[in-house]
């Protein structure tokens, strides 16, 4: 059964009735670190060398406050190890005891999370759990069903990586600018020779004695110098049960996929993280359009009916769930706005992203729904290609 299948109702049935035999409990972690709004960064970063958590509860007398992320750590310039993390709290989305895991998933999924808080009472201020996605992640290594799908059908392709001889800022600003946490390093010939991730961006950081995570851009520090030196990976005709394996027993969130010792694509948590949320039941299409302004909104119908020409389109190649659109504004010169909009799709396991900024409101959401169309395209021909090998 490959993501294609997923589509197939029974075979759909037949997988979420195994995801269903799991609860949040049997996933969820009962001892796990926490901070107070007063602690300090190098606190927090000792902390989650320490555990591996990536993102670590905050409370504050008792109360779950949110979430104190690698994230936020590295989008945020200019903080120090001694600052307070009081300001980079995020609200970082819950679950409870009732809910279940393709919730979960979908959650972190939706908010790029590693961890999420279980909280419970009428308030939903206590937290009594969490829950990482490497815990679920293991959770799907057991399915039977998981192994008839293969890692190219939801591998990332082509791969974003980088160069042995790069240097860190590069790894940083490409970290920044996709919204993910760890790249494959490879060198000229397009082995694969270690990865790099924001727990080696950020030891290297407070290590080596700088005073914020902006100083490293400055710095010419190579990426061979700072990257793991051996990196697990997978071939692209593997299964999922087995980069799931993988991933579980070296304690890993990212695999490299190669094709004859190339990097072809990367496969990560957060991939097997999307099947489980596939599998979540759906009735219709979730759109949700966020930052316009009131003078904005006049043009609403006419975004609408752009994202319903193209939503047809994409619905012949699979089953979209949701779709964000969210909108920014700025002045480049004198009183004239000019829009940034980012857009999310969710279509069957697979997540698109897409920017574009213009002038005329209406054109650059037409412009970023193309893209998001296009991108879809582009994936169902990769994933066409190797297909076709398997045959």
């Not at 972690?29 to 902390?47: F, G, I, N, S, W």
């Not at 201020?125 to 490497?134: D, E, H, L, Q, T």
Request: hydrophobic letters at 35%; a negative charge.
């Amino acid at each position: 059964m490959g993501i294609v299948d997923l589509q197939d109702h029974k075979k759909l049935e037949i997988l979420r009735s195994q995801i269903e035999g799991f609860k949040i409990s049997d996933v969820m972690d009962t001892e796990y670190p926490t901070m107070a709004p007063e602690d300090r960064v190098k606190d927090a970063l000792a902390q989650m060398k320490k555990t591996g958590y990536q993102d670590i509860p905050v409370i504050e007398n008792g109360s779950y406050m949110g979430m104190l992320s690698y994230g936020t750590l590295l989008r945020k310039k200019g903080i120090t190890g001694d600052s307070k993390i009081r300001n980079l709290i995020t609200g970082a989305p819950t679950v409870t005891e009732g809910d279940n895991l393709m919730d979960a998933s979908e959650k972190m999924v939706s908010n790029n999370s590693r961890q999420i808080a279980v909280v419970s009472g009428n308030t939903k201020k206590k937290i009594i759990g969490v829950i990482s996605r490497g815990a679920i992640v293991e959770m799907v290594s057991s399915l039977k069903t998981i192994n008839e799908i293969k890692v190219w059908e939801v591998m990332t392709n082509p791969v974003e990586c980088v160069k042995d001889d790069d240097t860190l800022d590069k790894a940083i600003e490409l970290m920044r600018s996709l919204d993910i946490r760890t790249v494959p390093v490879v060198a000229s010939d397009g082995s694969v020779k270690g990865v790099i991730g924001m727990k080696e961006v950020i030891d290297n950081n407070w290590t080596s004695g700088y005073r914020s995570l902006a100083d490293v851009g400055d710095t010419k520090i190579s990426v061979s110098s700072v990257c793991t030196n051996h990196a697990e990976s997978i071939s692209w005709d593997s299964d999922i049960e087995e980069a799931a394996e993988v991933m579980c027993k070296n304690g890993i969130s990212t695999l490299p996929v190669l094709e004859s010792g190339s990097a072809v694509g990367v496969i990560t948590q957060y991939d097997i993280l999307e099947i489980v949320a596939a599998c979540r039941q759906r009735d219709m299409l979730f759109v949700q359009i966020s930052g316009l302004s009131d003078s904005d909104k006049e043009y609403t119908e006419q975004i609408y009916d752009n994202i319903q020409s193209e939503i047809a389109k994409i619905s012949k190649i699979g089953t979209p769930s949701s779709l964000t659109f969210h909108y920014g504004r700025y002045n480049e010169s004198g009183d004239k706005q000019k829009y940034s909009v980012s857009g999310r799709l969710a279509l069957d396991s697979d997540v698109f992203t897409a920017k574009e900024v213009g002038w005329d409101i209406v054109k650059v959401s037409n412009d970023l729904m193309k893209k998001l169309t296009a991108a879809v395209l582009d994936r169902k021909d990769a994933k066409d290609t190797y297909r076709k090998r398997k045959k």
